[in-house]
Structure formats: structure tokens, C-alpha cells
């Protein structure tokens, strides 16, 4: 008998208390634009920090707020490439020996392969 008076309802998917007496904590609406030009606003909690930037929901780019200030930049450093790393450890000169070594011995395999 148990088992048929919950067949049909589906167990801790559907709440079925109602919002009456209840009250709302306050919101604020924030509102933000994209890169794009995409416009919407997020509704956030009177007391909470409002984060400076947001996706954006129709595009994901990061929207900035409207009324706010701009998000401060972090400064990177630029990507070290393998040319930057291998002129930390070698000169232009002892590059240069390597290459003509080198060269030397792929004209050495071929003259012995032709």
C-alpha cells in the first residue's frame, strides 16, 4: 500500500511548499555589457561583493559592469620563446659553429649515400 500511495511523484525533485509568508532576501539588479554590445543585468544579493566583470550570456565573452570601474589589468610577462631560452644558455657565434658541424655531417651522409 506504501509503495502505490507515492507512485506518480517524483522523491526530492519537486518541492511542494509554497512561497507564502516567506520573505525574499534583497536584491539588486547589476547591470552589464559585453565587447559585443550584448546588454543584460544579474540579479545579486543587497549584501554581496559585485564581482567587475560577468559572462556574458549570449555570446560567453567577459561583459564589464555598466556603472562600475573597469577591472584592473594584471601585468604578464612575455612568453619566453625556445630562441629566447636557447640565447640564454649559447651566443650567436657558438650557434653558428654548431650549424657549420652539423652541416658538415649531413654533407658527409650524403656524399657516402650517393
Not at 59 to 80: F, I, L, M
Not at 81 to 87: K, Q
Not at 95 to 105: F, G, P, Q
Request: hydrophobic share 30%; glycine share 6%; aromatic share 4%.
Amino acid at each position: 500500500m506504501g509503495e502505490r500511495a507515492l507512485r506518480g511523484t517524483r522523491l526530492g525533485a519537486t518541492s511542494y511548499e509554497n512561497d507564502r509568508n516567506t520573505d525574499l532576501a534583497p536584491r539588486q539588479e547589476v547591470s552589464y555589457t559585453c565587447p559585443k554590445g550584448h546588454r543584460f543585468e544579474v540579479p545579486l544579493a543587497a549584501e554581496a561583493e559585485i564581482p567587475a566583470t560577468w559572462e556574458c550570456r549570449m555570446c560567453g565573452a567577459n561583459a564589464v559592469r555598466v556603472d562600475g570601474e573597469q577591472p584592473e589589468s594584471k601585468k604578464t610577462k612575455a612568453p619566453r620563446t625556445h630562441w629566447d631560452m636557447l640565447l640564454e644558455r649559447r651566443s650567436i657565434e657558438d650557434l653558428e659553429e654548431v650549424l657549420n658541424e652539423r652541416l658538415a655531417v649531413l654533407r658527409a651522409q650524403r656524399r657516402k649515400s650517393a
